[in-house]
């Protein structure tokens, strides 16, 4: 096993080089190129920590990032047996076809997905390259921008292990596929890139459900870009937990395109993390596509969690539907940048952007920064913005009605992020959501 | 069962209720009258405990207890029930559950049992027809997206769940149609019974010809300026309120001069 300490963009590039030789007997050349063009960058832009004229970075300050020294795991030390088993029973192991990943490195113990539909394509990222070299070529890192985002261009740099995903035309996969990846190692200060790139055919349909989790409550930082390609008139439910330890940094990027009368419906549950920042950007690629992305962070303590969702309308005849909301205590902070995008010359756009806050302590903060960039003028779109402590009519409207206050209290609190529940298209995974939310706000709240 | 004695209530100091003195026996009902503004739903709050609402002078016994700084789940537990003028959304809490919650949390003050969601299913079927409400709307969130009749109708759903021993109804007549208003007469009256007491306010008569009180208060400024049998009501519906503003002009003399004193 090599580790190298990290200190600055320096120990990056040197771990690089040793990086790049220990995967060099299984890299195809574009695979280096790219890599080489993505460190490149990185070295180039470094983090994004500048405290000015820095918009996209703005609210979230990552300099303790960027001041961390993180080691890059180069070979795979974890044996799975150190993982519990109640921690892989509690993430639905059993309901799911799962990809296991564990500090970064593919678990063949724990990955089961032997009951998927043998037409589909379900690998580690690093075989797909020599399985389906120019499938693979032709879109990974396509869809990602990592020319202007240091912390894609650094997962781009050490990509080597991930999910690789493809659902062939008129497929429907019965069971989520479950990417899990899991910190388990008991060193702290790690980092890992972790990576997904899914693609579906035409008609095709799954669900996918990324689940970030960590059996110590150590400081990482999990470093994630996803890329999803929906296929003509295909559906993909994207549920995004992240459940990260409550001292770990999570940063990370899902990119999706919608193909012609596809749809997508995500779910962001961010419940761990000490920083944490998702950008999800949605790009309607195609006429008649329609996405419903959604959210809901509980933070405490010192809990910083930033979301950065840009929706790009760049076809007519689209939706897009967002809904996120937050219930915050302690001196946490949640940030939620919303940005729709409409390019000139579109029909029938629709887009509403709704987030709210809960605001249950005087210290808690949330900021709702809606930016709107509309070229077109058939659009239609509107959007939402609320940050507040519970409201003393309902509580006494409960009361009125015999429930005490501390349950009228409790019943507020969830119904308050019951609505985005509701939004889940699905029965089973909505009870997965509601218990998550629940156990959550046991943990958190005591309620 | 109710006595309200030279109640005197307000809030961040506004003086809105100026001594209302009430009494409620088992099987009555008392109607309110009184122009907007004039503080009836302020009463009602005030029977309700509501936090704000702040009891200057006078008390409030219910009971043969006085209820009158006690909390509201408390008097919600005695047998108080008041439903809202305006019922409060609460998203994201599904009306059947909330019904359960709120049954189920009187049953256990009371130390009686508690139904679990079956049982209890089966007591909302038997009360949504009592009431003519779509069951539809108890997988909803409560209140929300309601319209106007469908709110006040849950209002009285409630009170057929609850059985208070008193109910407060705060205008169940406003924005229904004549036949919504005729339905919702209809279930108040299929409530009312020998051992419990209904205060209806209202705005209007039109309610009076349905659910017939047994006295009639006219509240204005504060203060019940007259009492009187349901005529009283109809004499409301032909003249107006003015008629009474003499009785105030003459009785706000009185009560400054008491308190000068
Ligand atoms: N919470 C409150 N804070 C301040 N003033 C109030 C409050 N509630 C009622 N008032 C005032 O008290 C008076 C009576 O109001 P209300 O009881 O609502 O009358 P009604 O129900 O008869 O229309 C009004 O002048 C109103 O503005
Ligand atoms: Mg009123």
Redesign the interface.
Known sequence: MIQVEQTNIENYLSAFKIFEQAESSTSSNWMINLRRNAIAQFENSGFPTARRGNEEWKYTDVSPIAKGSFKILHNKSHNANQLPDTKYQQLEGSACHNLVFVDGFLDENLTNISSLPKEVLVCNLSDAVSIEPTFTQRHLAKYADFLHHPFTALNTAFMAQGAFIWVPPNISIDKPLQVLFISSSSNSNLITNPRILALTGENSKFTLIENHSAVNENSYLANVVSEIVLGTNSNVQYYRIQQESKKAFHISTTHVELGKGSRFFSMNLDLGGEIVRNNLNVVTEGEDSSCSVNGIYITTASQHIDNKVVINHNSSYTTSRELYKGILSGKSKAIFHGSIVVREGLRQIDALQIDKNLLLSDQAQANTKPAFWIYSDDVKCGHGAASGQI????I??????????S?ARN??V??????VIESIPNKFYKDKMDNMVNASLLDVLGI | MLEIKNLNVSTDNTHILKGISLKVSAGEIHAIMGPNGSGKSSLAFSLAGKPGYNVTSGEIIFDKTNITSMEPEGRARAGIFLSFQHPVEVPGVRLDQFLRASFNAINKSREMDQLDPLQFDKKLKERLKVVDMDPALTKRFVNTGFSGGEKKRNEILQMAILQPQLAVLDEPDSGLDVDALKSVADAINKLRHSSNAIIIITHYQRILEYVVPDAVHILMDGRIVKSGNKDLAREVESQGYEQFANYLSNQSHLTEKESRQ
């Open positions: 409201d003393r009519n309902a006494f409207y409960l009361t009125s009605r015999g429930i005490s206050e349950d019943l507020l969830k119904g308050f992020v019951q609505e």
